[in-house]
């Protein structure tokens, strides 16, 4: 594996580009959306930022809703294909995520990943309801449940 000094990332070719994850349970149980919000991070992918990619509601604007790219980048997190590394919101700044494998420690632990599915489908019906702050508060805590059973350490 070359080093960085030389500025020989590893760039895998076409058609050997792949997306690590591929064909396991975990993937599997990704929805269109998602798998499409993780594509667009692998073709972001240089060799070099493995943790320091965005991708922006700006950018998906024309591709799919805030709401349906809110939800896909949760399930991404959820069963442990990227890691926010930095929250945006203040001063215009975006979300700054990492490629994760977590994913691999959950690929053997279909009851987890029950749970996490189950969670995630839990803030998507309390999305639905009316908008109050105990609202807000209940999908925080069943997001950060879901991202600590499947392994993620800082919430």
């Known amino acids: 594996m070359a080093n960085r000094?030389?500025?020989?990332?590893y760039k895998p070719k076409r058609p050997f580009?792949?997306?690590?994850?591929?064909g396991t349970e975990p993937w599997r149980?990704?929805?269109?959306?998602?798998?499409?919000?993780?594509?667009?991070?692998y073709a972001?992918?240089?060799g070099y930022n493995h943790d320091n990619l965005s991708l922006?509601?700006?950018?998906?604007?024309?591709?799919m809703s805030n709401r349906l790219f809110s939800t896909a980048l949760w399930e991404l997190m959820g069963l442990g294909f990227i890691d926010r590394v930095r929250e945006g919101r203040l001063e215009r700044e975006c979300?700054?995520?990492?490629?994760?494998?977590?994913?691999?420690?959950?690929e053997n632990e279909p009851k987890t990943l029950d749970e996490v599915e189950s969670l995630l489908k839990k803030v998507e019906d309390l999305k639905r309801e009316k908008g109050s702050v105990e609202k807000r508060i209940r999908i925080k805590e069943l997001?950060?449940?879901?991202?600590?059973?499947?392994?993620?350490r800082k919430v």
Do not use: C, P, Q
């Open 5 to 9: 000094s030389s500025g020989n990332a």
């Open 17 to 22: 580009k792949t997306i690590e994850g591929i």
């Open 29 to 41: 149980r990704l929805s269109r959306n998602a798998v499409y919000v993780l594509n667009r991070f």
């Open 44 to 46: 972001k992918f240089d």
């Open 56 to 63: 922006t509601y700006g950018e998906m604007k024309d591709k």
């Open 95 to 106: 979300s700054i995520y990492r490629l994760s494998n977590r994913w691999r420690k959950l």
């Open 143 to 152: 997001r950060i449940r879901a991202l600590k059973l499947s392994g993620i």
